[in-house]
């Protein structure tokens, strides 16, 4: 049965509940509005409040199937207009929910087809299982205690608005998708990012969904009438626009590896590393092409987060010299499949990392068995000169694929010889890593705490300077790889205060 199917017999039940009552009240974590009706300056009211409140982890669905009908909970629920649609598919409730079950369940719903209505509760849905994934089995009533998280949380669409993630319901059109500064953007939202309501305005959700109070916030929430009613399922003209985007990227044919640099490093690397697949794209005419990397490209941030990525060798052991990754590949027909297998650790990689559970794409050796020569930098490799703790050390390496005893030195090859270091040097950008330890430094409004601000912070900030400095004209891009989200948002923050621009900084999860 579809997930429109399903929501009707929700609908109905609660509809009888509510003739036999006399009122319809409102389940606990619904989301209320107590604050003004109307969004100063914009079209419509707010929505009311039956529009927005979501399924409660406590209320049970009822489901019909060909044996009866089937109870589900909130985790089956949302699964179910996830696009998780057979109920054969469904993980058991009986067991704890496992690493390896999750990776199942994930993909199977990259190989379901995606419309606007079942896109925000596939994010919803695969970043619980990439929780899973990161932190090991959960019980199913940790699994609907999770859910309740998402009550007030929002995302963008392909196709420009925003809509409910619980249940998939369009709120209101931010503007057109475009891509600018290395993701898919609309407005001051961006794909594959979580957005949650505090104060009726949009702010961006952190890693636990907690609203980030920095700044007066991205939009107001207001009733957009004019689309919050109309028919999403099927509606594959939605995606026009990111159709369009992505165009903006592919000004010619793929017809080479050396041609899918100008994609999302997620993309390009599981294109490159399926060559019976890239053989049957390169046929394709450039509209075939754009309409296929979108379909990727969107099955990346809805299920990661993210549709870039960082090369990285695998550090971190488990067993021996070995590494158990949860290692996302394409197949030749184009499906997506995550499996969790054991990789040799030094083993080249890229991480796709939007959240919790990063998933590695394995880069393939060249047929010599030879590495490709390194492109020419600005600088050359020197002694670093500098210790550091295990986890820092573990950090640099995955994010460089280099030694931490060793440095990447522009200008000198020392400080006292006008030197400036950096972390790394690949694929034409500079590298910068900050390990896990950072988080603890700032306020949760992202300032720095007083006995770090003048002494830490401001290092930061001077060492960000110097790098700048250094390339000043040279046309070499800076990009700081950090391994705590509330981290890189704090560090954005202390750059934009003291006009620091011109490097890129992201969060990259260790693994």
């Known amino acids: 049965m579809s997930a429109a199917r399903v929501w009707k017999w929700v609908a109905l039940l609660l509809g009888m509940v509510a003739v036999a009552t006399g009122c319809a009240t409102a389940s606990d974590g619904a989301f209320l509005d107590h604050g003004p009706s ?45 696009g998780l649609d057979n109920v054969h598919d469904m993980p ?14 994930l993909t199977l719903l990259m190989r379901r ?44 669409r392909p196709d420009g608005y925003l809509a409910w993630a619980l249940n998939g319901r369009t709120q209101q059109k931010v503007g057109p998708v475009v891509w600018k500064d290395n993701a898919f953007r609309a407005g001051p939202f961006e794909l594959g990012r979580f957005y949650t309501v505090h104060g009726w305005v949009f702010r961006r959700a952190d890693a636990r969904l ?33 159709y369009h ?16 640099r100008h994609l999302p490093a997620g993309v390009a690397a599981l294109l490159a590393s399926s060559p019976e697949y890239l053989a049957r794209f390169r046929l394709m005419t450039r509209g075939e092409q ?63 990392s939007g959240g919790p559970g990063a998933a590695i794409i394995l880069q393939r050796t060249q047929a010599s068995g030879q590495a490709p020569s390194p492109a020419p930098g600005p600088g050359q490799w020197g002694p670093a000169g500098e210790s550091m703790s295990a986890r820092a050390r573990a950090y640099q390496e995955q994010i460089t694929g280099h030694s ?38 700032f306020f949760d409004t992202l300032e720095p705490k007083p006995w770090f601000k003048n002494t830490g912070a401001q290092a930061l900030v001077d060492q960000a ?44 999860q260790p693994l």
């Open 38 to 82: 109307v969004a100063s300056g914009r079209r419509g009211a707010r929505v009311p409040l039956m529009a927005v409140a979501m399924v409660s982890p406590a209320d049970m669905a009822v489901r019909a199937v060909s044996g009866g009908a089937v109870r589900m909970d909130a985790f089956d629920y949302l699964l179910t207009l996830a």
């Open 92 to 105: 058991s409730a009986r067991v704890p929910l496992s690493q390896q079950e999750a990776a199942r369940v």
């Open 113 to 156: 087809p995606m419309t606007p209505g079942s896109l925000p509760p596939r994010m919803a849905a695969c970043h619980l299982l990439r929780e899973v994934l990161e932190g090991g089995a959960a019980s199913r009533e940790e699994l609907v205690r999770r859910v309740e998280r998402f009550n007030r949380v929002a995302v963008l």
């Open 210 to 242: 907690r609203p980030i109070m920095d700044g007066p916030g991205l939009a107001e929430v207001y009733d957009d009438a004019d689309h919050i009613s109309r028919v999403l399922d099927g509606a594959e003209e939605s995606f026009v626009e990111l």
């Open 245 to 260: 985007a992505m165009g903006q990227l592919l000004s010619h044919p793929v017809d080479s590896i050396a041609a899918l």
């Open 290 to 352: 754009v309409k296929a990397l979108s379909k990727l490209t969107t099955n990346l941030l809805v299920t990661f987060g993210a549709a870039g990525g960082t090369s990285s060798t695998l550090t971190r052991t488990f067993a021996g010299a070995e590494a158990l990754v949860p290692v996302l590949s394409l197949s030749a027909e184009g499906a997506l499949a995550m499996e969790r297998v054991v990789v040799p650790v030094g083993k080249v990689a890229t991480v796709l």
């Open 404 to 441: 931490a005893d060793d440095a990447y030195w522009v200008g000198g090859m020392s400080t006292k010889a006008g030197g400036v270091r950096f972390d790394g040097f690949t694929d034409g950008v500079l590298l910068e890593a900050k390990g896990p330890g950072y988080a603890n430094k």
């Open 465 to 508: 300077r110097r790098q700048l400095g250094a390339v000043r004209g040279k046309g070499i891009s800076i990009r700081w790889h950090i391994a705590e989200e509330k981290t890189a948002e704090a560090i954005r923050l202390l750059f934009e205060k003291n006009n620091v621009s011109g490097i890129e900084v992201v969060y990259t």
